[in-house]
């Protein structure tokens, strides 16, 4: 079936530097290609997304890159503050629609002050 | 704003009990889905809902069901809570036709002693 495969499962950057998590996913049919970012308590956010007809997408310190071929797809963050520490996930869409998504497992980021 | 709550934040039940995890949405969203996370395995599809009184399995939907008698209400059901099912659980929505992204509730940590 489909699968997104996520890494680094942990990542703990110094303030100011940049953190970089990629995914891998397995059907070349997924167009869209969303990042949720999910705080202590609280439900996943998105916060960034890219479809599969543009190769990246940029949103102040947050960008998104995608290359459809290798079928991967990246999420960086630069300028890191310590409010980006969180879980965040990466998913791709399934087919059978109804915007079904698949999830990767997820990346734990702490930011050192 | 989208908001969707879940009947409970904390769940504590013993083996064999019946279950009923509620999600409310107040956005006329089209479709509900459930989830359960856990850690290293990401976000895994329990059940989704694209209408009232339709559902469709997920990935992962043995030992649950759910209802969707109302638009905004979609509810998990453990029809024999096991310990295995100890978990996170999170309720998301999205709008409808064409449109991708999921707003996901706080979420229900459920406890099977």
């Known amino acids: 079936g489909e699968n997104v495969e996520q890494h680094p499962s942990t990542l703990s950057v110094q303030e100011g530097d940049s953190a970089v998590i990629k995914c891998t996913y397995s059907d070349s049919a997924s167009n869209y290609f969303p990042w949720y970012k999910q705080e202590l308590g609280k439900g996943p956010q998105l916060i960034i997304d890219?479809?599969?007809?543009?190769g990246e997408k940029k949103d102040q310190r947050i960008a998104v890159t995608l290359n459809k071929t290798a079928k991967h797809f990246s999420l960086h963050i630069t300028e890191t503050q310590p409010e980006d520490s969180a879980v965040y996930f990466c998913?791709?869409?399934?087919?059978?629609?109804?915007?079904?998504?698949?999830f990767g497992q997820g990346t734990r980021l702490t930011i050192n002050p | 704003d989208v908001k969707v709550t879940q009947s409970s934040r904390y769940l504590v039940k013993r083996t064999g009990e019946k279950v009923f995890l509620e999600c409310v949405q107040d956005m006329d969203h089209e479709n509900m889905f459930w989830y359960r996370q856990d850690p290293g395995l990401g976000l895994r599809l329990i059940y989704f809902?694209?209408?009232?009184?339709?559902?469709e399995k997920g990935d992962i939907p043995e030992g649950y069901s759910v209802s969707r008698e109302k638009k905004e209400r979609f509810s998990l059901i453990l029809e024999s809570a096991s310990t295995n099912q100890t978990s996170m659980y999170l309720c998301?929505?999205?709008?409808?036709?064409?449109?991708?992204?999921?707003?996901f509730g706080p979420g229900t940590r459920l406890t099977v002693t």
């Open positions: 998301a929505t999205t709008k409808g036709q064409a449109t991708y992204e999921q707003y």
């Open positions: 998913a791709a869409t399934r087919r059978g629609g109804a915007q079904k998504l698949v």
């Open positions: 890219i479809r599969s007809n543009v």
């Open positions: 809902s694209y209408d009232v009184k339709m559902k």
